[in-house]
């Protein structure tokens, strides 16, 4: 069972970047979905979330209005989509998944199966 994040890298402020979190070993469909980031001396916040029905999202805050969550069920794959970068968006951004709630939880206690980590920085 493996979640592998890709897509981040060096991007100037008010720029895009796509985020992809692979599954393998299971079936990403029946598994709520969260973005987490974690900035330096910071702890890591929900970014935006996605709930095991597709019905439902979360997006902080901080991020709505620019960031979309998304997930391609033939890829086994979830996607984060993020626009018009901050620099207070540097951070590694990580993905999860799990079974304990079908919600779009932004709570990182609940999820089971998190990826590795793609740094994102944004520069201004």
């Known amino acids: 069972v493996q979640l592998q994040a890709s897509g981040g890298g060096l991007v100037q402020a008010g720029g895009s970047l796509r985020l992809s979190c692979v599954a393998s070993?299971?079936?990403?469909?029946?598994?709520?979905i969260g973005w987490f980031r974690q900035a330096p001396g910071k702890e890591r916040e929900g970014v935006s979330c996605?709930?095991?029905?597709?019905?439902?999202?979360y997006y902080a805050d901080s991020v709505k209005g620019r960031f979309t969550i998304s997930r391609d069920n033939a890829k086994n794959t979830v996607y984060l989509q993020m626009n018009s970068l901050r620099p207070e968006d540097t951070a590694v951004y990580y993905c999860?998944?799990?079974?304990?709630?079908?919600?779009?939880?932004?709570?990182?206690?609940?999820?089971?199966?998190w990826g590795q980590g793609t740094l994102v920085t944004v520069s201004s």
């Open positions: 070993g299971f079936t990403l469909a029946y598994y709520a």
């Open positions: 996605l709930s095991s029905s597709g019905a439902t999202t």
């Open positions: 999860a998944a799990t079974l304990v709630t079908g919600r779009a939880t932004p709570d990182p206690s609940v999820y089971e199966y």
